[in-house]
């Protein structure tokens, strides 16, 4: 098969690499941090498809597979009250038999090189003197979009010898010291054993499926999984495959980042959502909403169905139930009351399936119910602003927290074109007059002047103090914990709210929340602040934002601080930033730097695992604001920010489009099935099915536009 052929004679990618040549390690990445770390320890490369996900060390064995199951509530921390099940068997190794000698592919006595071809498919090859061996395991996804609950693991064994080979894979131990010891899954070997001339090249393959999943165990045995294989990589590679940046490391980071985001999420069995894990290492039973929150919005534009399971997910588990560690309630934590909310409007902005609201009329009525109840307890009803606990494990500091109002209106003004279309114009035209009222107070109550002009605040309190905020309210048994993020900042009880929390995103995300556009005075003056000595979260040697006592900083405020630069000229610099930051299998750490942190001195797994928070912003960002192709009331808009790409075969909603984009031009073909109507540049046009057309981008400043 010519697509198997391709994978294994790709040449080695070197921003997702690492290997061993003569028992010395090596990388061919030159652009990392993490390249002046090439011990291998905590270094994973993730393969997944949200019903499994298989951690693979650099030596081809498996640190962890997983598998999920169910929720249930908990009473944890103020950022988690749902759990999931995890079924998880650890330390799975491979071997061979080869002419009756035994060859362990994780010991340490080949050359070896792991990389991911395409940034897709994670590929191990080992290299002996009579038979070389390339590893592609893959979770399986369907042409249809069915997953299964399995890792297949093909072994692709080449005869580089004089002699003829018998090759037989051997079953990974089924346990350890006694048989309930090891291996929560069942080992399903297809084809076992080869008999391979010089220069031959066969294939043996195995499965570790779900024990609870027997009839994907019957349908491994039944069907080709090479077949599989490239279906699970078309998937993987449909969104980001065809996009080319000028700068190849950025491309890789981009998809990368994609991929990272989508194994974050967990899916049972029988295909229902159950919740996310940090990143796509580990997976732990604890769910941080947020995190989900922010991990899946890239579904929104990738992956349809995944996006109508997470919404229903939110719809279930958004709101913290009545505690007696926290109150929780709808004020709890606006942002993930609202999660379902949020989702909801921008998936029918980008997706137009008013089917689906239809058919969930209770998700519909639930999130209309939520919005009147956080309405209704308002600290002020002279106030349209309303008052959150929590943003996650954080305060959502002030009285009124800008992060959780933008999420607010957000919220309702993503339900008005929902409700329109159903015909609710009673409930349309209240909720057109309340965010109006909101969008006016935070652009007056929380918006002050800066260094770099008028932005928003933090937060700001009811009387309109927020240079010192008192935190006695906080300075309690189990609620002072939200402190330790920010206690470098407090001083006699009180804290500055002008500042920016690394952990707040929302008021990174509004440009895609439609609250203001990317050009926005506010919102570029606050995104600048972010990134300067004027904000006390900030710290110059990193160019981070720090997080108090856990860490030198929170990977969420790369991404923020990056979002400073979109109109300086400085957006590339900011961009390879975060490609130095990547780890040497393409993902980032949630916490990269230390306590006392110096620039360079990065570190893995450092109490909290890789982000897909910071994934899927990153991801939602650059298709929305950077690469500049949004979709609104069925019109595309293309504005790129980033000024030299191609984008081959975007799928946007139900309409595909493909752009070129230089320093002085911009030039779009409609390559989808239907007429589109086309916004950019200041004008809207249609165009044909088939036809291109081409732009001169305008320079305002001397920044191109």
Known sequence: ????????????????????KNGESYTLNTSSYYAQDLT??????????????????????????????????????????????????????????????????????????????????TRIQHYYHELSVTELPFCPILEDNTRLSMCIVPFFVKNISANVLHVA???????????????????????STLTLQPGESGVLSLALVDPSCTNDLILFKQNDDIVWLKQTYMYYSNFFTNLKMKQTELTHMVRRAAYQSLLSLAMDASGKIVGSNWGSFPATSRIWNKDMYYACLPTVWMDKELCQKSILWFDTFGVKQVGSKFHGGVMHSIGNTLSAALLSGLYFQYNDDLNFF?????????????????????????????????????????????????????????????????????????????????????????????????????????????????????????????????????????????MHDGEESDTTLAPIYNFVKLDNSVYRATMKFTGSVHNPTYVSKIDGISWGEESGATFPGFISIMMGHSDDGQLNAQLNKLVNLTDLDGSWWWWPYPLNPSRKEVVRNLGCGKCGWASGMFISLMITQLLGVSRKNNMISVHPTIDCFSWENIPIGSDRISLTVTPSSIEVVNVGVQNI????????????????ISYERKINNGIIK
């Not at 098969?1 to 061993?20: C, D, N, R, T």
């Not at 298989?54 to 988690?80: D, H, M």
């Not at 309405?375 to 959150?388: E, G, I, T, V, Y």
Request: net charge neutral.
């Open 169 to 191: 894979l051997n079953e990974p131990p089924l346990f350890r010291s006694k048989y309930s010891d090891q291996q929560n899954i069942n080992i399903i070997l297809k084809k």
């Open 677 to 692: 109507t086309l916004f950019c540049q200041g004008q809207k046009k249609k165009l044909a099915v088939g036809k291109v």
């Open 358 to 498: 239809r058919a969930h009329s209770e998700l519909v009525d639930h999130m209309v119910s939520l919005v009147r109840l956080i309405l209704s307890k308002r600290p002020n009803q002279d106030h349209a602003l309303c008052h959150s606990d929590w943003v996650s494990d954080a305060y959502a500091l002030g009285d009124f927290h800008t992060g959780s109002n933008i999420c607010l209106w957000s919220a309702i003004n993503g339900l008005l074109p929902i409700l329109t279309s159903l015909g609710r114009y009673s409930e349309v035209e209240y909720f057109q007059t309340i965010s109006k009222n909101i969008k006016n107070e935070i652009d007056n109550f929380l918006t002050v002047s800066g260094k770099f002009g008028k932005q928003w605040l933090e937060g700001r309190n009811i009387h309109g103090d927020y240079h010192a905020s008192s935190t006695l309210q906080y300075e309690k048994p189990i609620q002072d914990q939200g402190l330790i993020f920010l206690n470098y900042m407090i001083h006699n009880h009180q804290i500055d709210l002008m």
């Open 40 to 121: 291998e320890n905590d270094l994973f490369f993730d393969v997944g498809n949200q019903k499994s996900l298989a951690n693979f060390r650099p030596n081809g064995s498996i640190e962890c597979l997983t598998f999920y199951q169910g929720n249930w509530r908990t009473e944890e921390k103020p950022g988690v009250w749902v759990n999931k099940g995890i079924r998880q068997t650890k330390d799975i190794t491979f071997s061979l038999n080869v002419n009756g000698r035994v060859y362990l592919l994780a010991k340490a006595d080949h050359d070896r090189d792991i990389d991911v071809v395409n940034d897709v498919m």
């Open 1 to 20: 098969m010519k697509f198997i052929e391709k994978m294994l004679k790709a040449q080695i990618a070197p921003f997702s690499h690492i290997g061993v």
